[in-house]
């Protein structure tokens, strides 16, 4: 289940085109689908996740909500992923109960034990290399920062951040689990083509 997470993001992609373009992901064989909707009104985040659910659900593909735990309930999906800035942790087991899988964004150490000590069910580490974002303004953490993390908690972790095919094998050497990646596959000329490709680097990787 985690090996390739793609984050299906409305400040990558257009709402005209988000749905088609996860669907190329999961043909090229991410196992993870996270749908991100800054942009997006309530209404329309709602709508498109219970899209997206639709797809994935026969697919056996789990459907993670970011931020938004009262969209990933309404729209029964199988989680939600929060930032160190959105609804704290304990707050949001107490209201999910055991039915969302919760992940959480780390930067730290510190910040992974405290997520598994709170009952996280998986960490997003990164970003791992640098990515011009000007949204996301944390340390990179470099491979041996994302080791540190992985060898410090026993929670599955998802390393993010400017993350290609080529650099695979070191992220997995350093212990994760799988990658998430938006850019990689959202911007690529051909998306299924470009999981595919991330894909086969993972499990070459895993033997």
């Excluded at 289940?1 to 373009?21: G, P, T, Y």
């Excluded at 990933?72 to 160190?84: D, F, I, N, R």
């Amino acid at each position: 289940m985690w090996r390739l997470c793609f984050i299906a993001d409305s400040e990558a992609l257009s709402q005209k085109d988000i749905i088609q373009v996860m669907e190329k992901a999961v043909r090229g064989g991410a196992t993870l689908v996270q749908l991100r909707g800054k942009k997006w009104s309530d209404r329309e985040f709602f709508s498109l996740a219970l899209e997206a659910r639709e797809i994935l659900r026969p697919k056996k593909i789990p459907l993670i909500i970011n931020d938004r735990i009262d969209i990933a309930l309404a729209a029964e999906a199988q989680g939600v992923h929060l930032g160190q800035k959105d609804l704290p942790l304990k707050v949001a087991r107490k209201l999910a109960g055991d039915r969302l899988i919760i992940g959480i964004s780390v930067n730290t150490v510190k910040e992974a034990k405290e997520a598994e000590s709170e009952g996280a069910n998986y960490l997003g580490a990164g970003p791992v290399f640098w990515t011009g974002s000007k949204e996301d303004l944390r340390p990179t953490l470099g491979l041996e920062g994302l080791k540190a993390i992985c060898q410090a908690v026993s929670l599955p972790v998802l390393a993010i951040g400017g993350i290609t095919a080529a650099s695979i094998p070191e992220i997995m050497a350093s212990g994760a689990a799988g990658v998430a990646v938006i850019s990689a596959i959202a911007r690529a000329d051909d998306p299924e083509q470009a999981a595919r490709s991330l894909r086969e680097a993972i499990d070459l990787s895993i033997r």
